[in-house]
Nanobody, 123 residues
Framework: QVQLEESGGGLVQPGGSLRLSCAAS????????MSWYRQAPGKRRELVAN???????TYTDSVKGRFSISRDKAKNALHLQMSSLGPEDTAVYYC?????????????????WGQGTQVTVSS
């Protein structure tokens, strides 16, 4: 069984910074891609940033230059450093990890989601 625990959300003033974290625990043999998504009220969930196992990162245009995604392989953790936050960044943020599970002799990858953490940018 795999568990993801997110932390780091909260209320921040415009222009401020926050760091989100997501830690995986349980029984698995590998974590492949790791991503952050967000969903604002009344909007669809969108991909914010992704980091591959090799360390290649991609960002949605609206956060480029402001957000930085990173992974800690030793701790099975994912982070999102957010700066220059604006009201448009207000959303629930979810981590999503592509995790390899070994069941008998079968190795398959599944997407696991965190519980979500609220980020509110407001003065």
């Amino acid at each position: 069984q795999v568990q993801l625990e997110e932390s780091g959300g909260g209320l921040v003033q415009p222009g401020g910074s926050l760091r989100l974290s997501c830690a995986a625990s349980g029984s698995f043999f590998m974590i492949n891609d790791m991503s952050w998504y967000r969903q604002a009220p009344g909007k669809r969930r969108e991909l914010v940033a992704n980091v591959t196992r090799a360390g290649t990162t991609t960002y949605t245009d609206s956060v480029k230059g402001r957000f930085s995604i990173s992974r800690d392989k030793a701790k099975n953790a994912l982070h999102l450093q957010m700066s220059s936050l604006g009201p448009e960044d207000t959303a629930v943020y979810y981590c999503c990890l592509l995790i390899g599970i070994l069941r008998h002799s079968d190795r398959s990858f599944y997407n696991y989601w965190g519980q979500g953490t609220q980020v509110t940018v407001s003065s």
